[in-house]
Each structure stands twice: as C-alpha cells, then as structure tokens.
C-alpha cells in the first residue's frame, strides 16, 4: 500500500478541518455532510492530539510500528498539517520481526519522523517472578523507563485502545503515571466532557491516548480509507495472519484467510477469536499482564 499523494492529503486535512468549523467564514459554500463515524473517531483524535501538544512541555510518540500507532502517527500529520511536531519514540526490544524494521527503517524517513530508537535492557534485568512471555515483554517496560530518564518526556502518546484488552478499558484519555512510571487503576481522573487533567506529578508523566475510544474494526476501516501502508504481515499468508504484532518470539499467527483489509473487516465481523490471541503474554496467568501494566507497561 502507499502513502496517499500530497494533494490527497491537503485534502483529508481540509475534511478535517472543515468537519471541526463548518464552512469558513465569509466563503459562499455548499453545505457540508454530517461527519460519519470514522471522520468523527478523527476528529476526536486529532482534538486530544493538540490538546497534548498546547498542555505538555516535552512530548514524544511511542511506537510500536504496529497498525494502531501507525494510524496514530497518521492522524499526528494531519492534526499538525503534515509532519509531527515531536519526537516518535521506538522502544527498541532487539525481537521485532524483520518485517517491522524495515517498515520502521523505510516510513521514518519518508514521513520525516524524528525517530528515536531506545534498547532495551536484558532479560536478567527483569522481575524474576514474571512467567516467561511477561517478563520478556516487561523489558519494554524497563527500557522505557531508561527513555524516560534520558529525554525527560512529560507525556508519552501511546497507541492503545480499550476494546483491545480488560485492563485497557479501565483506562483514561489523559493518565497520569507515577514517579517511576506505575499506573494506580484506583486513581484516575475523571474525563468530563473532553476536560482533560494534563498535570503530572513533579517528576513524573502523562500517558496520552489519542485513540483509545477507536475499535480494531476501526482501525482497519480508516487505513482502507486513508490507504495507510501496513506490514504484510497483517495479511494471510498459506492460511495464517498476524492480527497483533509484538517480539517475533512471543508473538503468533491465527487461522485467518483474510488477504486484504476489506476480507480482514468482513472477518471481523464474524469472528470470536480475541484480537491479541496470537500474543503469548494473554495465555499466562491472570494476572500477569495486570502486573506489568501497574508497573508501567504500554
């Protein structure tokens, strides 16, 4: 897939804008349609972007080079009229798939990213008593923290969506991380009418997540629309796809023969399979992913 052309672009951003204003001022104009639901789930995005942007000193955007935080940094171009205004921050664990680096390697220059790849430590660094896939995934964690220390971040834009896991949906918009980047479930602040708390703690930082009210459904709906590149390795290859992508060594295809995005959204519709089924870490014990999410965990 490609990147769309610039004009197509301008264009998708005068959508935007226009769905934000109506028609400009002073201009005869046509009427404008009622925003659908994918330009209303854009809008929104585009809206708690800015917000991040004008509240918090020093920025970055996490990613995982996934199909969510792709669509994210897509919706960052179009929110600050095509080249995202800070950092995007790549966590590097050493495990992707090879697929993933080449897309990282390839999309970082031509969308002008100010790409920042940090390692992560070894897995003698992680708490023991994890089970295996959680403390291979709890390396993310720590290199994060290691990130945090070294650029001094306030807010971190992450990708994550509440349909995607239980202990996702517990989440805010705007959520405060403790000092050394733990996550109190019990204390979250309230998202009132789009009023969002953007004051972390001396020391400490905001996660922000532009689209956590967006659905898997949605995120393949507006790639097709917006005709955002993906890794192939999204689709079926000899019967098996990959609908979750993490270490190539935790991570797993299912059954699927969804070869493009409109068979990927047909077999959503009919599926039960759970979204991140093929991610070892979700067949642990109950309570493992929890841990890692309290301790910092994206």
């Not at 664990?93 to 390692?119: A, N, Q």
């Not at 918009?173 to 996550?183: D, I, K, M, T």
């Not at 519709?269 to 965990?297: I, M, N």
Request: proline residues 7%; negative net charge.
């Amino acid at each position: 897939m490609h990147l769309l052309e610039n004009d197509s672009v301008n264009g998708a951003l005068y959508r935007t804008i226009s769905a934000e204003q109506g028609t400009c001022r002073g201009i005869s104009a046509a009427p404008i349609s009622p925003m659908d639901h994918l330009d209303a789930l854009e809008a929104q995005s585009i809206y708690i972007l800015r917000e991040a942007f004008a509240r918090l000193k020093k920025l970055a955007l996490l990613w995982s080079l996934g199909k969510d935080s792709n669509v994210m940094i897509w919706l960052a171009r179009k929110a600050f009229f095509g080249r995202v205004p800070f950092p995007a921050l790549h966590v590097d664990t050493g495990k992707k798939f090879p697929d993933m680096y080449r897309f990282r390697d390839h999309y970082s220059t031509e969308w002008d990213l100010d790409l920042r790849v940090e390692p992560c430590p070894p897995i003698d660094a992680v708490d023991p008593t994890l089970p295996p896939a959680a403390r291979s995934a709890a390396r993310k964690t720590e290199g994060l923290k290691l990130a945090l220390a070294k650029h001094g971040f306030d807010g971190l834009i992450a990708g994550i969506r509440r349909d995607e896991e239980a202990t996702r949906a517990k989440e805010r918009v705007f959520s405060p991380r403790g000092l050394e980047g733990e996550w109190d479930v019990r204390d979250q602040p309230p998202d009132f009418w789009d009023q969002f708390n953007a004051s972390p703690p001396p020391g400490a930082h905001l996660r922000i997540h532009p689209i956590l009210h967006w659905t898997e459904a949605d995120i393949w709906a507006y790639t097709r629309r917006e005709n955002i590149p993906i890794i192939p390795l999204y689709l079926s290859n000899n019967g098996k796809r990959y609908r979750s992508l993490g270490d190539a060594d935790i991570t797993f295809p299912v059954v699927s023969d969804a070869a493009t995005i409109d068979e990927i959204l047909t077999e959503l519709e009919q599926t039960k399979v759970p979204e991140r089924s093929g991610r070892a870490l979700d067949h642990e014990t109950e309570d493992a992913f929890e841990r890692l999410r309290v301790a910092g965990y994206l």
